[in-house]
């Protein structure tokens, strides 16, 4: 019907129908919020993301001290030692005290050495030559009352959302190696 129309208009006349058709349309402002939000959307959430995954990476850090602090209190007033604990069932042990977020079973790797004075203890992760967690470099050995431990809880903690590279993943497979220690002398529980 429209075009019916435009056929009995001389050329001129069409062309300035266009041009009001075309400043109509630049002149509405029916949903431009809609094409706005379009353009801010993505940037936006994936902004919001990020910020969200880096939250819950370092509350798990911060539970993974707890954790640990816990851990190190087995150790260093004897409960560990008086109850026979191996590396799984003190592992086991400290899994029940864990936060449910944590795959305890799976990604959680505990190490316990001792040592003779502070200044030989050692709180370097073990890596293997291509900078990965060695997790067969684990031990378990809770010492003596007066050893000096150390007890370390490393976990890989998944990264879901990484922008434009891997901004919080340091480990093969997106993950992130979180490491959490506690350095003390044992009490003299015998």
Request: one cysteine or more; aromatic letters at 14%.
């Amino acid at each position: 019907m429209f075009r019916n129309a435009l056929t009995g208009m001389s050329s001129a006349a069409r062309h300035a129908a266009a041009q009001v058709r075309g400043c109509r349309f630049a002149r509405a402002q029916d949903g431009v919020a809609a094409v706005e939000f379009g353009l801010v959307a993505a940037p936006f959430l994936a902004l919001l993301f990020a910020i969200i995954e880096t939250a819950l990476v370092f509350f798990a850090g911060q539970s993974l001290e707890a954790a640990v602090a816990y851990a190190g209190r087995l150790v260093m007033t004897g409960q560990a030692y008086n109850s026979g604990y191996t590396q799984t069932t003190f592992k086991n042990a400290v899994c029940t005290n864990m936060p449910s977020f944590f795959d305890c079973q799976a990604k959680l790797f505990v190490s316990v050495e001792n040592f003779t004075k502070f200044g030989d203890a050692s709180t370097t992760p073990p890596y293997n030559s291509q900078g990965q967690l060695d997790t067969s470099k684990m031990v378990y050995h809770p010492g003596e009352p007066g050893e000096v431990i150390v007890v370390s809880f490393f976990y890989q903690w998944p990264i879901y959302v990484s922008l434009f590279s891997n901004n919080l993943a340091n480990q093969n497979g997106s993950n992130r190696l979180l490491v959490a220690t506690s350095v003390f002398r044992n009490e003299p529980y015998k």
